[in-house]
């Protein structure tokens, strides 16, 4: 301990010194503390030195200082050294300097009234605390108010939150915003508003119970605890609010500058209103009760306002008009009965003068008889045991009396409000759970304290006992958690003060046995109370000076309290016979306030607060006797009863403290008075926190955390790969003492003043290594300094000391004789020249003055002048400027025509020039056409070689004649087949013809252009040393124009872009704002559409429950069959009138009318947005469609090309066709040569029948075109026609078979031919192949002809505006170039050459192995002549052409609902998207629509589009949080939607179609409606895939980009030591970056995978990106740990990561990247210098994108992390401030993270032809029928 000591009290270590003051003041060590030292020499702030004494006896030493960097903690348990003076400056830097107004003391926030309206209770902030742990965000009233809610939610467990503190430290705004958060958060569980009714009780109790004090203009007089119950799913469901101690007092009597209750007032301000005339009423300044404070107005309320506002709070809750009207009358009977003026009729009497006006009027108003009234006002009853005696009343009594009874009439409406208020709350619902809200008062002390403060401080007793009980509950729990040891903390034990005031013989015993006593005084009470306790208890004074007074000893501070009127105030008695007369009234309301009087305790209603939920009574208990006052309870018995209550129900609860300063007693706006918050937080229990958490290791660190921070106190042998085992050797050699810390389970503990130890221990370490890095550079620098700086001396010392050795004997001499004549010369002239300077001075001041003053009058007037002379000039200077440009301008034109003559010329030569390339071509491409004749003659051999063998084959297999059927069929589709590609032989025969006339031409072409540009040259050589001359003249010229002309259409291309990019941006900006205002709208609709279906079904499950007998389902029916299938729309529409009629007659009227009207109002808006939607839209088509007339041009070329193939392979069929004649030829030639061979009479037979086949092809093949033009109408017909032929055929091949003679023979005739037309295909093939390669290859050698010749254009247009020398030079550079390229292109030839040579050679070794295969297979199968083989005869299968689809499917009405719920209901997406076609659900369901548009079925064109929009809204509605179904239906809603506008037969859509999509528009029922009906539902599905989005991303948002330390060793862990609520940390697991850009790529992949618009995927991830941008930056500006420096370079690493992934998407332009733009120029801010005013100006024009509010918050939530940083300073911010403050933005602070950009939905159509799509069996959907 002691080395600590010397160690921290040294030299420059700053100490806290008490102040009388500043209660504390910071104060510098001057010198080394010794353990010997009586005293510290000290410097204060304001450099004065003291010398400040120590104790001599407890030798004490001052608080330290926490470090700088630990100044503005959020939690105050996190500073190292944890005492009054620290507490004290942190909460004062936070609250001056960072405008901060919570901060966490462990688990007590203190919030300090800032006195200033506030932007940090929006719905944004809400938004923003909603589901965060307490301790992740910055202290806030919301984060207390999660965490009982989260805490509720988690653990069952009841929750309350206190919120105490002294009149006008803000409780009941506290506790108001804790009610809205709770609204917010959890809503309603039903329709009637709960959360609403709920904070409307707050103006109605306000109006009541709340006045203005000199402390606070909103001041609540009196408590409240409010039970907000929930149920099961954690809604509101309803509220009970009990209250405490009325200050009744302040209905008769209000001090100066103060006010009654504010009710009072609003009706005075209201009195003119017409349903208040009865009232009587006035102003506030006619009453006594308003008057006496002499401050009737609160500056800034409007109280007629006010009452508007109540009143429409009452009306919420159900108190009708009659009832508000009611109370009003009460309470006007008040202050007029206040008025009532009693005069002395003698000593011992008094009495109110006949008529008088306001007890008339009171009289009238509450329904009492004047004289009864007038009677018991001036006269009391007295009963003895058998007479009854009236006695008359003094003056003074008498006007006490009528006080008492007014007081006990605003009482009784009080609680009679409190308790209807509680009626308006309570609901049917079962409450599952609940958190109270207790607004209750702080510690008081004044100058005289009574009853009131007594019974106060004696609830603040038990409150603070309850607390510490609390707070060292939650330490014993982490110490056990973390297994470290547990040692009994002292901590103070208020429970001897709470004996004193409630034990038996205690303060309340005494003094209801006093009241008792029937002459019982203040006096004779106050004297047992010093009998009784004076010497017995140690917490009980006497005052020196009074006895009638006492002091106790409370926990906060000793408070005086005078005796006098304790008993009054505890009996609170009131004339019995008043009420009576009162009870007697004919008014209702009045009799209903009192009807409970016989069962009530005291007189008295609500005055200490019965403490529980308060029943009134409509019948009173008639067997207890009301004038028996021995059962009657006093005040302060009441009291105490409500408060154990209280403490009972606190017991239960899981407690939450939220304790509330008052920074000045002046109301000054972020003010901050020392003292007085010194004296609430000692009596607010704060300090009682710090200090018991000072008795045990305030400070905790995690293992890593510490190893992270201190590891530079760490050597590397120290460094382990246990974290823990690390971390225990390094503290037990750097803290010796082994108490001062303790090592847990996960974290170290450490004793007060450690870190802070540590934190000098690393700094010093820092410090030494920056002393040592500094020394070492400034060394090498100054001795490089040194050296230079001595040679150069060195030379100049050698020049200079020659000259000074010879002027020093010259400059000795004069020196002596001139210093005598100057010391008397200087005197005289100095003197004088003095005396003139200051006369001369003096006058040239007053002239100069006056003549800066004159010429700036003038300056100024000539500057105005000048500014109309520049006017005029620059007029005349802009016309004579636009006159000499239009003659430049047409001497440019005559100039440029020159130039384009010179190009033409020039044009001229290049194309002579490329003539020679073209020759040297062609010799190439002859060559190659010969090799290819010769190729193709070498296979025309082959073919003829092979044919005269297959002449010799045939007779082998003449006994295959039967299965040569089966297979005749598919000989004609080979021989259409070859027939077709032969043609291709002559198509490249004609192309090669082509290309050489081509080659000719260019030739030709060439040697002319040569010629001429021999010529040009020599002609342009004359003519450009002729125009060298004129080229130096014009070069000026022309600079000087070209450069006007620049500037002026620099200037006009400027100012064209600029008002084209505004207007533009205004447009698309209006567009957006359309598109959003009328998704928004969608968005409500669907919410309204949705509650009135929840409140049908809540009506129909009513009406089910309720009938007995009610129509059952079957039980065999499936649940989820029942869910899914539909019911029809007949009887929707049958049953949808009686529902309707029963949901109107069960939903409240009002909200009825109000939906209605809102209904209407939206479809009214809805129908204009969507019609100024429809014409922008139009614009924008109309736009693109000038746009895509390119693209239908290349479109045409394209489908030209294609008939241009079509017509070659017509012509390949054609010579198909003749080869095939020219074999039969051949074949029937060698037949007739050898016509002795067997067989050979089949020859003939054979060529009949392929003849007889191809008549017939020929003959189907028409037959096939006219039943394709009869398909549709004749479709039973086409079946019919079918069959007969199918019939017909058979007999047709029996009869040509009959003509054969020998089967043997017919079988192998037909083999032979079957191979070698195999073989022929085979070849064909393979020369298509080899003849479209070389053709692509002429193509491309002509293209690269083409584009040589267009570059040596070039090149020569270049060489002519070189000089000759390097014109010549560059020519051989070109030359050297393309004989380079033409080299390499030869070489690429070559090779593809013997590629194909090689490819030949090995197919004709496959050919040749064939044919001998073949060879050997006839011979074995030959036989003898005598041998006969039977074969089986095969049966001959025909093909048959399958149909042409016209892309529809046919369904019946009754499978419609099948259809739906297999197609969409059942659907699974995962499946689909990986098994089938993207959009495949979206097609057959337009399929399906054709064929009923197809059958012009109207009604079932309109019941399927019906069916499928409710179906998709149905399982969208059931799996809604299913990412995937989401994202499926999203692709598919749109693909259905574009098929509906591709197949509309609109014009603008029908252009990307193809000739055969064209066909398949519909054509009977224009779909527009329905088009616009199903974009909206996209609308709806794409707001609900963003919010699926968000909610899977938003818990991964803040830890990746914000907590996650992406960038190792870059932020540095900050020695806060938070303790983070550890019953508010769910056990989740960390989440990374990678983590929130695998989820980015999942979700990327799927919607690839179901086929969603790359446009819309673009607009999907620009919303993501603005939900990652704005979540990280509203949690960093509610969070002062993650602004620093560090953090702001792993935000921007962060960023540049999401950019990256950007870029591998290819999404770059899809504006992602801007929507973070705010986030980027927060990090940037973070990391900029911020100290002058050029950083403020380099800051504001940097942060274009943050608005003055955040830069202001990230700049006062800057933190440094490490002890080198400094911190921004005020003066800074403030003139950061002044700098924005002219910018026009939004003052809200955080970004709106529910926005969802406009959605578009570009039209892109499909590629795909229905026709071709294929149902898979998978889907269930064998009931369609393709048509």
């Known amino acids: 301990m002691n080395r600590e000591l010397e160690y921290m009290f040294v030299q420059s270590a700053r100490v806290w010194i008490p102040d009388a003051e500043e209660v504390w003041k910071s104060a510098e060590l001057t010198k080394d503390y010794k353990n010997d030292d009586a005293s510290l020499q000290l410097m204060l702030e304001d450099g004065t030195t003291i010398d400040h004494k120590l104790d001599p006896k407890t030798k004490n030493l001052p608080y330290l200082r926490n470090p700088d960097i630990l100044v503005g903690e959020n939690d105050l348990t996190a500073l190292s050294y944890l005492h009054e003076p620290a507490v004290l400056h942190n909460l004062k830097v936070r609250f001056i300097d960072s405008k901060l107004i919570y901060t966490y003391c462990g688990i007590v926030l203190v919030a300090i009234n800032p006195y200033e309206t506030l932007p940090i209770y929006g719905t944004d902030i809400i938004n923003a605390y909603s589901g965060q742990n307490m301790g992740d965000m910055d202290p806030h009233i919301f984060a207390v108010a999660e965490e009982a809610y989260k805490q509720m939610a988690r653990d069952e467990r009841n929750q309350s939150i206190i919120v105490s503190g002294e009149s006008g430290a803000g409780k009941t705004v506290s506790a108001k915003y804790a009610m809205r958060y709770f609204a917010t958060v959890s809503g309603s569980a039903s329709e009637a508003n709960v959360e609403e009714k709920v904070l409307a009780s707050n103006p109605i109790m306000e109006a009541i119970g709340n006045a203005k004090t000199t402390r606070n203009d909103n001041s609540s007089r009196f408590g409240k605890y409010i039970e907000i119950g929930f149920d099961n799913r954690y809604r509101i469901i309803g509220a009970n609010m009990r209250t405490y101690l009325l200050e009744k007092s302040r209905v008769v009597f209000q001090a100066d500058e103060e006010r009654n209750y504010h009710i009072f007032y609003q009706l005075c301000a209201s009195a003119n209103q017409p349903e208040f005339k009865n009232l009587r009423l006035s102003t506030a300044n006619d009453f006594l009760y308003t008057r006496q404070g002499r401050s009737p107005v609160i500056e800034g309320v409007d109280d007629a306002k006010e009452l508007r506002t109540t009143r429409h709070a009452f009306t919420l809750l159900g108190i009708n008009e009659s009832y508000q009207i009611g109370l009003f009358q009460v309470l006007a009977a008040i202050l007029h009965l206040g008025n009532v003026e009693i005069k002395d009729r003698d000593s011992d009497s008094s009495l109110?003068?006949?008529?008088?006006?306001?007890?008339?009027?009171?009289?009238?108003?509450?329904?009492?008889?004047?004289?009864?009234?007038?009677?018991?006002?001036?006269?009391?009853?007295?009963?003895?045991?058998?007479?009854?005696?009236?006695?008359?009343?003094?003056?003074?009594?008498?006007?006490?009396?009528?006080?008492?009874?007014?007081?006990?009439?605003?009482?009784?409406?009080?609680?009679?409000?409190?308790?209807?208020?509680?009626?308006?709350?309570?609901?049917?619902?079962?409450?599952?759970?609940?958190?109270?809200?207790?607004?209750?008062?702080?510690?008081?002390?004044?100058?005289?304290?009574?009853?009131?403060?007594?019974?106060?401080?004696?609830?603040?007793?038990?409150?603070?006992?309850?607390?510490?009980?609390?707070?060292?509950?939650?330490?014993?729990?982490?110490?056990?958690?973390?297994?470290?040891?547990?040692?009994?903390?002292?901590?103070?034990?208020?429970?001897?003060?709470?004996?004193?005031?409630?034990?038996?013989?205690?303060?309340?015993?005494?003094?209801?046995?006093?009241?008792?006593?029937?002459?019982?005084?203040?006096?004779?009470?106050?004297?047992?109370?010093?009998?009784?306790?004076?010497?017995?208890?140690?917490?009980?004074?006497?005052?020196?000076?009074?006895?009638?007074?006492?002091?106790?000893?409370?926990?906060?501070?000793?408070?005086?309290?005078?005796?006098?009127?304790?008993?009054?105030?505890?009996?609170?008695?009131?004339?019995?016979?008043?009420?009576?007369?009162?009870?007697?009234?004919?008014?209702?309301?009045?009799?209903?306030?009192?009807?409970?009087?016989?069962?009530?305790?005291?007189?008295?209603?609500?005055?200490?607060?019965?403490?529980?939920?308060?029943?009134?009574?409509?019948?009173?208990?008639?067997?207890?006797?009301?004038?028996?006052?021995?059962?009657?309870?006093?005040?302060?018995?009441?009291?105490?009863?409500?408060?154990?209550?209280?403490?009972?129900?606190?017991?239960?609860?899981?407690?939450?403290?939220?304790?509330?300063?008052?920074?000045?007693?002046?109301?000054?706006?972020?003010?901050?008075?020392?003292?007085?918050?010194?004296?609430?937080?000692?009596?607010?229990?704060?300090?009682?926190?710090?200090?018991?958490?000072?008795?045990?290791?305030?400070?905790?660190?995690?293992?890593?955390?510490?190893?992270?921070?201190?590891?530079?106190?760490?050597?590397?042998?120290?460094?382990?790969?246990?974290?823990?085992?690390?971390?225990?050797?390094?503290?037990?050699?750097?803290?010796?003492?082994?108490?001062?810390?303790?090592?847990?389970?996960?974290?170290?503990?450490?004793?007060?003043?450690?870190?802070?130890?540590?934190?000098?221990?690393?700094?010093?370490?820092?410090?030494?290594?920056?002393?040592?890095?500094?020394?070492?550079?400034?060394?090498?620098?100054?001795?490089?300094?040194?050296?230079?700086?001595?040679?150069?001396?060195?030379?100049?010392?050698?020049?200079?000391?020659?000259?000074?050795?010879?002027?020093?004997?010259?400059?000795?001499?004069?020196?002596?004789?001139?210093?005598?004549?100057?010391?008397?010369?200087?005197?005289?002239?100095?003197?004088?020249?003095?005396?003139?300077?200051?006369?001369?001075?003096?006058?040239?001041?007053?002239?100069?003055?006056?003549?800066?003053?004159?010429?700036?009058?003038?300056?100024?007037?000539?500057?105005?002048?000048?500014?109309?002379?520049?006017?005029?000039?620059?007029?005349?200077?802009?016309?004579?400027?636009?006159?000499?440009?239009?003659?430049?301008?047409?001497?440019?034109?005559?100039?440029?025509?020159?130039?384009?003559?010179?190009?033409?010329?020039?044009?001229?030569?290049?194309?002579?020039?490329?003539?020679?390339?073209?020759?040297?071509?062609?010799?190439?491409?002859?060559?190659?056409?010969?090799?290819?004749?010769?190729?193709?003659?070498?296979?025309?051999?082959?073919?003829?070689?092979?044919?005269?063998?297959?002449?010799?084959?045939?007779?082998?297999?003449?006994?295959?004649?039967?299965?040569?059927?089966?297979?005749?069929?598919?000989?004609?589709?080979?021989?259409?087949?070859?027939?077709?590609?032969?043609?291709?032989?002559?198509?490249?025969?004609?192309?090669?013809?082509?290309?050489?006339?081509?080659?000719?031409?260019?030739?030709?072409?060439?040697?002319?252009?040569?010629?001429?540009?021999?010529?040009?040259?020599?002609?342009?050589?004359?003519?450009?040393?002729?125009?060298?001359?004129?080229?130096?003249?014009?070069?000026?010229?022309?600079?000087?124009?070209?450069?006007?002309?620049?500037?002026?259409?620099?200037?006009?291309?400027?100012?064209?872009?600029?008002?084209i990019a505004q207007e533009t941006q205004q447009l698309e900006t209006d567009l957006n704002e359309e598109r959003s205002r009328y998704q928004n709208l969608l968005t409500e609709h669907l919410r309204l559409e949705e509650k009135y279906d929840d409140l049908k079904e809540e009506l129909a499950h009513s009406k089910n429950v309720s009938k007995p007998g009610h129509r059952r389902t079957d039980s065999t029916h499936s649940s989820n069959e029942s869910e899914y299938t539909y019911n029809s729309e007949y009887a929707e529409l049958e049953d949808g009138s009686r529902v309707g009629e029963d949901v109107t007659r069960g939903m409240d009227t009002s909200l009825t009318l109000k939906l209605q009207k809102r209904v209407t109002e939206l479809e009214q808006e809805k129908q204009s947005l969507r019609n100024e939607l429809e014409n922008k839209e139009e614009q924008f088509q109309r736009a693109r469609?000038?746009?895509?007339?390119?693209?239908?041009?290349?479109?045409?070329?394209?489908?030209?090309?294609?008939?241009?193939?079509?017509?070659?392979?017509?012509?390949?069929?054609?010579?198909?066709?003749?080869?095939?004649?020219?074999?039969?030829?051949?074949?029937?030639?060698?037949?007739?040569?050898?016509?002795?061979?067997?067989?050979?009479?089949?020859?003939?037979?054979?060529?009949?029948?392929?003849?007889?086949?191809?008549?017939?092809?020929?003959?189907?093949?028409?037959?096939?075109?006219?039943?394709?033009?009869?398909?549709?109408?004749?479709?039973?017909?086409?079946?019919?026609?079918?069959?007969?032929?199918?019939?017909?055929?058979?007999?047709?091949?029996?009869?040509?078979?009959?003509?054969?003679?020998?089967?043997?023979?017919?079988?192998?005739?037909?083999?032979?031919?079957?191979?070698?037309?195999?073989?022929?295909?085979?070849?064909?093939?393979?020369?298509?192949?080899?003849?479209?390669?070389?053709?692509?290859?002429?193509?491309?050698?002509?293209?690269?002809?083409?584009?040589?010749?267009?570059?040596?254009?070039?090149?020569?247009?270049?060489?002519?505006?070189?000089?000759?020398?390097?014109?010549?030079?560059?020519?051989?550079?070109?030359?050297?170039?393309?004989?380079?390229?033409?080299?390499?292109?030869?070489?690429?030839?070559?090779?593809?050459?013997?590629?194909?040579?090689?490819?030949?050679?090995?197919?004709?070794?496959?050919?040749?192995?064939?044919?001998?295969?073949?060879?050997?297979?006839?011979?074995?199968?030959?036989?003898?002549?005598?041998?006969?083989?039977?074969?089986?005869?095969?049966?001959v299968n025909i093909p048959r052409r399958e149909k042409d689809f016209q892309g529809m499917l046919e369904y019946k009405k009754e499978d419609e609902m099948k259809l739906v719920k297999n197609l969409i209901l059942e659907l699974k997406p995962r499946g689909v998207a990986v098994n089938l076609i993207p959009g495949l659900p979206a097609y057959i369901l337009f399929m399906c629509l054709r064929h009923s548009d197809y059958v012009n079925d109207d009604q079932k064109v309109r019941t399927l589009l019906t069916s499928t929009i409710n179906s998709i809204k149905k399982i969208l509605k059931k799996r809604g949080d299913d990412f995937e179904t989401v994202s499926f239906w999203l692709a598919n809603t749109c693909r259905f939607l574009h098929c509906l506008k591709q197949y509309s037969g609109d014009e603008v859509f029908m252009k990307h179609n193809t000739s055969r999509q064209n066909e398949h528009c519909l054509s009977n029922f224009d779909l527009a409606e329905y088009r616009q009906v199903i974009s909206d539902l996209a609308i709806q599905i794409y707001q609900q895939l963003v919010k699926c989005m968000e909610n899977i991303l938003q818990p991964m948002i803040v830890s990746g980009m914000l907590e996650h330390e992406t960038i190792q060793g870059v932020s540095g862990v900050k020695p806060t030591g938070l303790r983070k609520r550890t019953s508010s940390i769910a056990d989740e697991g960390t989440y990374t970056l990678d983590s929130i850009l695998r989820q980015l790529s999942a979700f990327h992949s799927t919607m690839c995978q179901h086929g969603t618009d790359p446009e819309l995927i673009k607009q999907v991830v620009k919303q993501l990106f603005y939900i990652i941008g704005a979540v990280t930056l509203n949690n960093l500006l509610l969070r002062k740990d993650m602004c620093s420096w560090s953090k702001g370079m792993q935000i921007r690493y962060n960023v540049s990561q999401l950019e990256e992934w950007l870029r591998d998407k290819g999404l770059m332009n899809c504006g992602a990247k801007e929507t973070l733009e705010p986030l980027i120029q927060a990090a940037q801010l973070l990391q900029v210098k911020k100290k002058t005013d050029e950083d403020a100006e380099a800051i504001c024009s940097m942060c274009h994108a943050l608005t003055t509010a955040q830069i202001v918050k990230v700049l006062n939530l800057y933190t440094p992390v490490n002890e080198f940083e400094e911190r921004v300073s005020v003066s800074f911010i403030r003139t950061i401030q002044t700098r924005l403050r002219d910018r026009c933005e939004s003052p809200q602070l955080l970004m709106d993270t529910k926005m969802i950009y406009p959605v578009t939905f570009p039209f892109n159509p499909s590629s795909l032809a229905l026709e071709t799509i294929q149902i898979p069996t998978s889907l269930n959907l064998s009931f369609l029928t393709r048509v």
């Open 1185 to 1435: 469609a000038r746009d895509d007339a390119q693209f239908r041009k290349a479109r045409g070329a394209e489908l030209e090309y294609e008939s241009l193939k079509r017509q070659e392979l017509e012509s390949e069929n054609k010579k198909l066709r003749h080869d095939l004649a020219e074999m039969r030829q051949s074949l029937l030639g060698g037949a007739a040569a050898s016509a002795g061979a067997p067989g050979s009479p089949a020859y003939k037979v054979l060529l009949d029948q392929l003849n007889a086949s191809c008549e017939e092809l020929e003959v189907r093949k028409e037959e096939v075109l006219i039943l394709r033009s009869q398909l549709v109408s004749q479709k039973e017909a086409m079946h019919h026609k079918d069959e007969k032929e199918t019939m017909t055929e058979p007999s047709v091949f029996a009869q040509d078979v009959n003509k054969l003679k020998d089967a043997d023979e017919l079988k192998q005739a037909y083999v032979g031919l079957k191979d070698t037309n195999r073989l022929l295909e085979q070849q064909l093939q393979t020369q298509r192949r080899t003849y479209d390669s070389e053709v692509e290859s002429l193509r491309g050698e002509l293209q690269n002809v083409k584009e040589e010749n267009n570059r040596q254009q070039q090149l020569l247009a270049q060489n002519l505006q070189l000089p000759p020398e390097a014109r010549i030079e560059a020519s051989l550079q070109h030359e050297i170039t393309r004989l380079t390229n033409e080299n390499l292109d030869l070489m690429e030839q070559l090779e593809k050459q013997d590629r194909t040579i090689r490819k030949l050679k090995k197919q004709l070794k496959v050919y040749s192995k064939r044919i001998g295969e073949m060879g050997a297979g006839h011979t074995e199968g030959q036989t003898s002549p005598g041998q006969m083989v039977e074969e089986p005869i095969h049966p």
């Open 352 to 1059: 109110i003068a006949p008529n008088n006006r306001h007890l008339t009027a009171f009289c009238e108003l509450v329904g009492v008889t004047y004289q009864d009234m007038s009677q018991w006002l001036c006269h009391r009853k007295l009963k003895t045991a058998t007479e009854t005696y009236i006695k008359p009343l003094p003056r003074l009594q008498a006007t006490n009396a009528r006080d008492a009874l007014s007081k006990h009439i605003y009482a009784k409406l009080f609680n009679w409000i409190v308790e209807h208020v509680n009626k308006a709350l309570v609901t049917n619902i079962k409450q599952h759970s609940f958190i109270g809200v207790l607004d209750i008062y702080g510690f008081e002390t004044f100058e005289i304290n009574s009853f009131e403060q007594f019974c106060i401080n004696y609830a603040n007793e038990k409150l603070q006992q309850q607390f510490n009980m609390h707070v060292f509950k939650l330490e014993q729990e982490e110490y056990m958690k973390e297994q470290i040891p547990w040692t009994l903390i002292d901590f103070y034990d208020n429970q001897p003060c709470i004996n004193l005031i409630e034990a038996k013989m205690g303060i309340l015993d005494l003094l209801d046995e006093e009241c008792k006593m029937p002459k019982g005084s203040d006096d004779s009470w106050a004297q047992k109370l010093y009998n009784t306790h004076l010497k017995t208890c140690s917490l009980f004074e006497k005052p020196r000076m009074s006895n009638r007074a006492f002091i106790i000893q409370h926990f906060a501070d000793k408070v005086e309290y005078q005796c006098e009127g304790f008993l009054e105030k505890n009996k609170d008695t009131v004339n019995e016979e008043q009420i009576h007369v009162l009870k007697a009234s004919k008014f209702n309301l009045l009799v209903e306030l009192f009807q409970d009087e016989e069962k009530a305790t005291t007189p008295t209603g609500q005055v200490p607060g019965t403490g529980g939920r308060t029943r009134l009574s409509i019948k009173p208990d008639k067997g207890r006797d009301t004038s028996s006052k021995e059962h009657k309870k006093t005040v302060g018995c009441q009291f105490r009863n409500s408060l154990q209550m209280l403490m009972e129900t606190l017991n239960a609860t899981t407690p939450h403290y939220v304790r509330c300063i008052k920074p000045n007693d002046f109301k000054l706006a972020f003010s901050f008075d020392p003292k007085r918050a010194v004296q609430q937080l000692r009596a607010c229990g704060v300090l009682e926190t710090i200090r018991i958490s000072a008795a045990g290791f305030p400070s905790r660190w995690t293992y890593q955390e510490f190893f992270s921070r201190y590891r530079v106190l760490m050597k590397q042998k120290d460094v382990l790969p246990d974290k823990k085992l690390t971390c225990k050797n390094v503290l037990e050699k750097l803290v010796q003492d082994q108490d001062k810390y303790q090592f847990g389970k996960t974290k170290i503990f450490f004793r007060a003043g450690q870190v802070a130890y540590l934190e000098k221990l690393r700094a010093d370490k820092l410090r030494a290594a920056c002393i040592r890095i500094q020394k070492t550079i400034r060394c090498w620098l100054a001795r490089k300094k040194y050296l230079r700086q001595r040679s150069a001396a060195i030379t100049i010392q050698r020049f200079t000391r020659g000259y000074q050795a010879r002027c020093l004997a010259k400059f000795m001499r004069r020196t002596q004789a001139a210093t005598i004549i100057q010391k008397y010369q200087r005197m005289c002239v100095e003197r004088k020249r003095f005396r003139q300077k200051q006369a001369a001075a003096l006058a040239m001041q007053t002239i100069l003055r006056a003549y800066m003053a004159r010429q700036k009058y003038q300056a100024l007037l000539r500057e105005h002048k000048a500014v109309i002379i520049q006017k005029h000039v620059r007029g005349w200077l802009a016309r004579c400027w636009y006159k000499r440009c239009l003659e430049a301008i047409v001497y440019l034109q005559c100039c440029i025509r020159r130039m384009r003559a010179k190009r033409e010329l020039k044009k001229l030569k290049i194309e002579a020039r490329s003539v020679e390339h073209f020759k040297k071509l062609n010799k190439g491409m002859e060559n190659k056409i010969m090799q290819l004749q010769r190729k193709i003659d070498e296979q025309n051999k082959d073919n003829r070689v092979i044919s005269e063998r297959l002449v010799s084959l045939e007779s082998s297999y003449a006994s295959e004649s039967e299965r040569m059927r089966g297979e005749l069929g598919r000989l004609r589709g080979v021989e259409e087949d070859a027939k077709n590609k032969a043609n291709q032989v002559s198509s490249l025969l004609e192309e090669l013809e082509k290309l050489r006339k081509e080659l000719s031409v260019t030739q030709q072409e060439k040697k002319t252009i040569e010629d001429w540009a021999q010529k040009y040259r020599d002609e342009m050589e004359k003519m450009v040393s002729e125009l060298k001359d004129q080229n130096g003249l014009l070069k000026k010229e022309k600079d000087d124009l070209n450069r006007m002309i620049q500037e002026q259409s620099q200037q006009m291309t400027e100012k064209m872009t600029r008002a």
